[in-house]
């Protein structure tokens, strides 16, 4: 059953535009969030996170918006450069002693010159 | 610092078959993970630990086995090989305790892509 979930499999946005990114998900214990980017053949790499107290973190062109009310998330890049074309995964945890992700099937973005 | 490194980065099995993906990481990081990603899905969680010596199943363990004897090193067994286990497998690591880092903040390998025919 996936917990996460991105509805959008890709995003193709131009440069210096903004992108955004849209994660939901439906388990209500799940109290921090993440993003993580994937450069192909690479693992992911952790881009941005936010707790459940806030309603938003924000760091450089990158801002996570979280919306507990409607169980969403979503991700800003602005402005997009050819570099954040890649593959994005939400993840989400419950507060516990084992810091599991449960993660969303991914986003890919293409930023056209 | 490396990070996380992870053998072999390529493979390809016959069924039956068995063998190990190695992990080992060089951040003194206490909890390890593995995943496997299939095409057009996310991550899911095979096998965990948070510690040397303490591992617990993650949402798909069948078919796998995996040991924890030192902090750095975390491999995952793979026996009796079948083609439901062709994915690409990431090992991944993060630390909770003082020195501030987020232990939710998880650190990935490169991965190793397994195919099984």
């Known amino acids: 059953d996936q917990q996460v979930k991105q509805n959008s499999p890709s995003l193709s946005v131009q440069e210096g535009r903004i992108s955004i990114l849209n994660c939901d998900y439906t388990n209500s214990m799940f109290d921090y969030f993440l993003w993580y980017k994937k450069y192909p053949a690479e693992g992911p790499t952790f881009l941005i996170s936010i707790s459940s107290i806030k309603d938003k973190n924000e760091d450089g062109r990158f801002t996570v918006f979280l919306n507990k009310s409607a169980k969403h998330l979503s991700l800003h890049i602005v402005p997009s450069q050819p570099g954040d074309s890649a593959v994005y995964f939400c993840a989400a945890s419950k507060w516990s002693n084992d810091y599991k992700l449960s993660f969303g099937a991914g986003t890919t973005v293409t930023v056209r010159a | 610092n490396a990070g996380v490194t992870q053998t072999p980065k390529f493979r390809i099995l016959k069924i039956g078959q068995s063998m190990t993906l190695q992990c080992t990481q060089d951040?003194?990081?206490?909890?390890m993970y593995w995943y496997r990603q299939d095409p057009g899905m996310g991550l899911k969680l095979i096998y965990y630990s948070v510690g040397a010596g303490i591992t617990d199943k993650g949402e798909v363990p069948n078919g796998y086995n995996v040991s924890r004897s030192t902090t750095e090193d975390f491999p995952l067994r793979l026996e009796l090989a079948a083609p439901s286990q062709t994915s690409v497998y990431f090992c991944?690591?993060?630390?909770?305790?003082?020195?501030?880092?987020?232990?939710?903040?998880?650190?990935f390998g490169p991965g190793t892509r397994l195919t099984v025919t």
């Open positions: 991944a690591s993060s630390y909770s305790g003082t020195g501030g880092l987020n232990p939710y903040e998880q650190y």
């Open positions: 951040m003194n990081h206490n909890y």
